[in-house]
């Protein structure tokens, strides 16, 4: 329904089994006191839509967002996907230190990670303001206790990937999370594209709604013992590391954005990350319907995007999650509170 942006279940198919029926009608007509004639009625669930319905509904809604919002959407039991300005580059912000941890993995050649590892990497999905410190740390161990190199050998790792909108030139900034903009100017470009523009990239660290979204599907098909990450670093990174990313991801505590649009109840696995003037939120959501991935970022032109960009994410969630679960009938989310 467009004007309310709302998916309804469709209506059990009834079709009349005429084979069947005859008979029934026959022996009713000539009886004298069995004149009732039971039909057989062939009964089938309704239909799911297909995602072509989904997109016009997001595209509709996305439309009236005075900004750029890029998503990228996959039924992780299909493979179908979905994707609306999804090679749009953004600002990596914090969404990018998946990335890290799954070079950590790689870079620990099939050993399990230790304590401090998994502490490091557990530290960056619940610490709302430390985050890049522990991100720092895992950069550290990647590159021999260069954060430059490990920044650089992160990126390698995303390129072998086929993640080419996607890298991170430096450490985390640790009192700000991104650098002055105005720094950027000096840099090599080579990676930048017309459309980044639009958005504002930070120039130190960026993503685009399809490389983070893509990256995420590598690690819940590696967590199954098959997918990309495991073809391209075979022996290197292993189902149980990449399930510990998984673990991870769904620690993090802070939902306003995709959250806000699933049940309180729906294990989401995600990261997050927030600027002035853009927001991303890309995860895994395990729902019953099925599990999918979700990405999603949001910029605009202005000085705090904050909540301007919350009702985008909520409707976009919401209706993702209702497309994925109208044989759950419909669900009523909550009024969303505003993130940062």
């Known amino acids: 329904q467009w004007d309310t942006l709302t998916l309804y279940p469709g209506q059990e198919e ?6 069947a029926s005859l008979p029934v009608v026959e022996r009713a007509l000539l ?10 009625v062939e009964r089938k669930p309704p239909l799911q839509p297909e995602l ?5 509904l997001l595209k509709h809604r996305i439309d009236q967002f005075v900004g750029l919002v890029g998503l990228y959407l996959t ?38 990670p230790d304590e401090d590892i998994r502490n490091y990497m557990l530290k960056i999905a619940i610490d709302p303001v430390g985050s890049n410190y522990w991100a720092n740390l895992l950069l550290g161990e990647i590159g021999d206790g260069s954060q430059t190199l490990g920044a650089q050998r992160t990126t ?21 999370g991104y650098r002055p903009l105005g720094l950027a100017r000096a840099l090599e470009v080579d990676r930048l594209r017309p459309a980044n523009q639009s958005a504002n990239p930070d120039p130190f660290i960026q993503t685009s709604p399809h490389d983070i979204g893509t ?9 199954q013992g098959r ?18 990313i998984l673990d991870v991801l769904k620690e993090n505590p802070v939902r306003p954005w995709l959250g806000s649009g699933i049940p309180a109840e729906i294990s989401l696995a995600h990261k997050h990350g927030f600027l002035y003037d853009t927001i991303g939120d890309a995860g895994i959501v ?16 202005t000085d705090w995007l904050g909540c301007g960009a919350q009702p985008i994410f909520f409707d976009i969630s919401r209706l993702v999650y209702a497309f994925f679960n109208l044989e759950s009938g419909l669900w009523s989310p909550p009024s969303p509170e505003c993130g940062p």
């Open 31 to 40: 009886s004298i006191d069995g004149r009732v004639a039971d039909l057989a």
């Open 286 to 301: 395990y729902s019953s319907g099925g599990d999918y991935v979700l990405s999603v970022f949001v910029y605009a032109n």
């Open 156 to 176: 390698q790792t995303l390129r072998a990937l086929g993640l080419m909108r996607t890298f991170i030139r430096s450490p985390y900034h640790i009192e700000t």
């Open 215 to 223: 990256l995420l599907e590598m690690i819940y098909y590696c967590a």
């Open 227 to 244: 997918g990309p990450l495991m073809e391209i670093y075979p022996g290197q990174i292993t189902p149980s590391g990449c399930q510990l």
């Open 14 to 19: 009834r079709r009349l089994d005429l084979e």
């Open 52 to 56: 072509s319905v989904l997109r016009d």
């Open 75 to 112: 039924d992780l039991g299909s493979g179908q996907r979905l994707e609306i300005n999804s090679d749009t580059v953004y600002s990596g912000m914090s969404i990018v230190k998946v990335g890290i941890m799954v070079t950590t993995l790689i870079d620990l050649n099939g050993v399990d």
